[in-house]
């Protein structure tokens, strides 16, 4: 199989949306670890975002009926949970996306053990991470709730243009 | 025979998680404010996913064509693993609060441990999982902080609640002969170790909270070896309905 022929099973894996945050790809997403050659076919190497996130099967099926239009049938796919997905595998390009969405992109996932960049609901425990608000880019922001739509996402609020937003978690 | 161990040891990793989401999923609809509603939700998802990758390797290490489905909806209650504080009834607030807090804490400490584990299995899936728990741990910990250091009630409520869960904890803490040989073969910690590190997290929250540390240590035990209080069997005939009523039902 040619290099082109990847690059083409490539390109249909950017046309899976993450059925989730649709501005995204799965390949803004990060978690297309490898694609490689599998007899006429390719096998793609995925990695889940999170353990419980409903969109995991869904996913799945939309890689196979995609790379099946770009004339890959019967595409395998294995999933890997080592190295663990991180937010870090989100690039400029996704996380400018989110952001055009009204989702404060996430910041560095790189941590201590236990200190969270996200501020906890109590003043006592707050870090003091600024989360910009993707609407009005104030610094003004504060955390209504750790989870918000989806497990990836707490819910915050502006200050400033009042609007609620979501926070794609570090992770 | 460490076959044997292995699974016992994964069933009760897997069942925790699974008996504790499916408590956390008996909220939905009803909580005290959406946003919680929504994140006890988002929580219960977290600890279902990752009960679903325990209990498919438990499958696998047991090789007796046993599934995640197999082992979550056609086991009775003497052959769950899970510790008894999971399976304590959601109560009020605080109570659902204070089972959170005291789980979570322990739960974060055993997967970071874990993630260094000489089965790479288990390695892997508890690196993961460790980064979901982080957010659990600030959760639960906001909320105690939040209501014991509330209004008059709510301190109240959530000094009884962790008053009440107190004894459920212990048992996370006390290793067997299962545990013992795990953490021999460098598959798990040993779980006493992981006590110091918990206490002194749960006591700096709750002081934070102006509550109170209970000093009766005295701890139930046995749902890590099967034997449940009352609650359990109620909690399964409605998680295992299904399955029951109609047999390899599926979607």
């Given at each position: ?38 007899g ?27 790379l ?5 049938p ?16 989100i690039?400029?390009?996704g ?7 009204g ?7 790189v941590?201590?053990t236990s200190?969270?960049?996200?501020r906890?609901?109590?003043?006592l ?10 609407r009005?880019?104030?610094h003004?922001t ?7 739509s ?17 926070y794609?978690?570090?992770? | ?38 994140a006890?939700?988002?929580v ?11 209990l498919?390797?438990?499958?696998e290490v ?18 769950f693993?899970?510790a008894?504080?999971c ?6 607030y ?7 807090f ?12 874990l ?32 209501l014991?250091d509330?209004?008059d ?8 609640a962790?008053d009440?869960?107190w004894?459920?904890a212990g ?37 934070d909270a ?30 295992q309905?299904?399955?029951r009523a109609?047999p390899?039902?599926?979607?």
């Amino acid at each position: 199989m040619s290099g082109s022929r990847l690059a083409d099973a490539w390109s249909a894996l950017a046309s899976v949306p993450d059925p989730e945050i649709p501005v995204l790809s799965i390949i803004d997403l990060g978690i297309v670890r490898s694609v490689a050659r599998d007899g006429d076919s390719v096998a793609v190497t995925v990695t889940p975002t999170y353990s419980g996130c409903p969109a995991t099967e869904l996913i799945s099926t939309s890689i196979r009926e995609s790379l099946a239009r770009a004339g890959f049938p019967g595409a395998r796919i294995d999933i890997v949970l080592s190295p663990a997905w991180s937010t870090d595998w989100i690039g400029e390009e996704g996380k400018r996306r989110l952001r055009e969405f009204g989702i404060a992109p996430p910041g560095s996932a790189v941590r201590g053990t236990s200190s969270i960049d996200v501020r906890g609901i109590s003043p006592l425990r707050r870090t003091g991470a600024v989360v910009p608000c993707p609407r009005c880019a104030s610094h003004r922001t504060r955390l209504t709730a750790q989870f918000g739509s989806t497990a990836c996402k707490a819910l915050y609020r502006c200050d400033d243009c009042l609007e609620p937003f979501d926070y794609f978690k570090p992770h | 025979m460490a076959d044997t161990q292995r699974f016992e040891f994964l069933l009760r990793l897997g069942d925790s998680d699974l008996v504790l989401a499916q408590r956390l999923g008996e909220w939905v609809g009803k909580g005290p404010i959406l946003e919680e509603d929504i994140a006890l939700a988002n929580v219960g998802l977290d600890l279902l996913g990752q009960a679903r990758m325990w209990l498919t390797y438990a499958g696998e290490v047991e090789g007796a064509g046993r599934d995640e489905d197999a082992l979550a909806y056609r086991r009775d209650v003497h052959q769950f693993r899970n510790a008894l504080l999971c399976e304590q009834p959601n109560g009020n607030y605080a109570d659902t609060t204070a089972r959170q807090f005291l789980y979570d804490h322990w739960h974060v400490l055993m997967l970071r441990a874990l993630g260094r584990s000489s089965d790479e299995r288990i390695a892997a899936i508890a690196a993961k999982a460790a980064k979901e728990v982080d957010y659990h741990v600030e959760r639960s910990t906001d909320w105690v902080i939040r209501l014991g250091d509330g209004t008059d009630i709510s301190h109240e409520r959530m000094q009884a609640a962790i008053d009440a869960s107190w004894p459920y904890a212990g048992e996370l803490f006390v290793a067997d002969a299962v545990d013992e040989a795990m953490a021999r073969d460098g598959v798990a910690p040993d779980l006493a170790a992981l006590a110091a590190p918990w206490r002194a997290a749960v006591t700096a929250a709750l002081a934070d909270a102006t509550l109170v540390v209970p000093t009766d240590d005295w701890a139930q035990r046995g749902g890590r070896q099967g034997k449940h209080t009352e609650h359990l069997g109620h909690l399964l005939t409605e998680m295992q309905f299904l399955q029951r009523a109609y047999p390899d039902a599926r979607w």
